[in-house]
């Protein structure tokens, strides 16, 4: 008897299970939604006439979870929508989302976190998970009803493009997030010593000309939140990390047990600001050693025009000193979650002189292949060690018990990709909106084959 819509059986694929320290050719079973087995057993506990995927050569993992991606819905959905964010996550072999507060209006009330829910539900092709506003408007200065938006269904609170700058008020919002079980995700940004910077202050923004945004204005939020998490017992979580202070200063604090903890975005751990200053200059000074004879093959040299705006970004682009830095964090576990910080915009609103320009880039579907090259390709992580950072992470964060795992009874969200797969990234491709994205022609290895989103394909190569 046919196992049902939401049923798959999985062949022939490599299982990567970090959460249970599984690593072997396997078959995988999802009955209505849910892991049914995984091995033998599999395929003799079949229904009859379930759907099959195979999945020979590739991976098969925990569905990947993104915690940092701006679906720009309600409000500006000119620039995305629920359904072309979900889409592209999918195309990216991401199936489970949570969602920036900075909409307009600003994720800050039940109304709001119940208003996305119907259109993830009706729209939505990947789980969407929300996060509410620590402060109303996120304006910093008032913290927004806190456990209203947990009852609503919320599962994290952040300020998100905006960063909360008294002290007293973190303080309170950290002492309500720890009595109502969730953690703070902070935009770490010092706006009195980032002032009107645009890019990171060193050599390449003297030399262009650029307003410089120094790394303290990073590390000295992520110290103020260090000492916050210690004197409350509250998890706060560093956005973004980008600065080689901010990652000396969370390594210190975890091996003293405060409840901290961070995330490395792929353009930081890829990219250095030498890539504003153009294609040369980038290459002279990084070696792009992570592209092989072979992925240069596939398409020519990239090119990086002087103040291209696809590449402002918040916090920006550092230097290869903290880029190594980044990757070093990865490396030892100081920092446990990749995301992408999907941050779409409007082609126009780019289009302009870098100083006006949006900061932010799309980044759901090339955060996987991204992370493959640079850290997986360059032996820097095992593959266990990197799907762990996109799995057992996120979801530890932010207590999703039924994700980030491949046991039985738990949720049926598979991500299936090849990791050697070359391929070039193009504008064609992308299911978003917007295009920003600084990748476009990129040769990349390691692609997403197919999305299961609770025993379903969402997407297939």
């Not at 990234?425 to 920003?436: D, G, H, I, V, W």
């Amino acid at each position: 008897m046919f196992g049902g819509m939401n049923s798959l059986l999985v062949t022939g694929g490599r299982v990567i299970d970090p959460a249970n320290r599984m690593d072997a050719q396997a078959d995988l079973l999802v009955l209505e939604g849910k892991v049914a087995a995984v091995g033998s057993e599999a395929a003799a506990q079949a229904p009859e006439g379930t759907p099959r995927l195979d999945a020979t050569g590739c991976v098969v993992s925990p569905g990947l979870i993104d915690i940092h991606v701006h679906l720009r819905d309600p409000g500006q959905t000119a620039k995305e929508n629920i359904a072309s964010g979900t889409a592209a996550a999918a195309r990216g072999g991401v199936t489970s989302v949570l969602c920036m507060p900075n909409t307009v209006p600003p994720i800050e009330n039940a109304s709001t976190v119940a208003l996305i829910h119907e259109r993830a539900a009706r729209e939505g092709a990947v789980n969407v998970f929300i996060s509410g506003a620590i402060t109303k408007g996120l304006a910093g200065e008032e913290l927004a009803p806190i456990g209203s938006l947990k009852k609503a269904g919320v599962v994290a609170i952040t300020d998100d493009g905006h960063c909360v700058q008294s002290n007293e008020v973190m303080r309170r919002a950290l002492e309500y997030a720890q009595m109502l079980g969730i953690p703070v995700l902070d935009h770490c940004q010092d706006y009195s010593l980032v002032s009107d910077g645009v890019a990171h202050e060193g050599l390449v923004s003297t030399t262009l000309g650029l307003r410089g945004w120094p790394a303290t204005g990073e590390e000295s939020i992520v110290a103020r939140n260090i000492m916050l998490a210690e004197m409350t017992g509250a998890h706060v979580h560093c956005q973004h990390i980008s600065a080689v202070g901010s990652v000396r200063l969370i390594r210190e604090a975890r091996r003293r047990g405060i409840r901290i903890s961070g995330e490395a975005c792929p353009h930081h751990f890829t990219l250095t600001d030498a890539t504003l200053a153009g294609s040369d200059r980038f290459w002279a000074a990084d070696g792009a050693d992570f592209f092989t004879d072979e992925d240069l093959k596939l398409a020519p040299r990239p090119h990086w025009p002087n103040y291209d705006t696809h590449f402002k970004m918040n916090p920006p682009l550092r230097t290869a000193s903290d880029r190594e830095a980044v990757i070093e964090a990865l490396k030892d576990g100081t920092l446990e979650i990749i995301s992408s910080d999907h941050a779409p915009h409007c082609s126009f609103e780019k289009e302009v002189e870098f100083d006006y320009a949006p900061f932010g880039i799309t980044g759901l579907e090339t955060e996987l292949a991204l992370a493959l090259m640079r850290l997986y390709h360059t032996r820097t992580l095992t593959l266990p060690e990197l799907v762990a950072k996109f799995t057992t992470g996120p979801a530890r964060l932010l207590k999703l018990a039924a994700k980030g795992h491949l046991s039985v009874g738990a949720d049926g969200d598979l991500t299936v990709f090849d990791p050697e797969r070359r391929w070039v990234y193009t504008r064609e491709q992308t299911a978003s909106k917007s295009t920003n994205s600084p990748f476009f022609n990129w040769p990349l290895r390691g692609k997403t084959v197919a999305t299961v989103v609770g025993g379903k394909i969402a997407w297939k190569l």
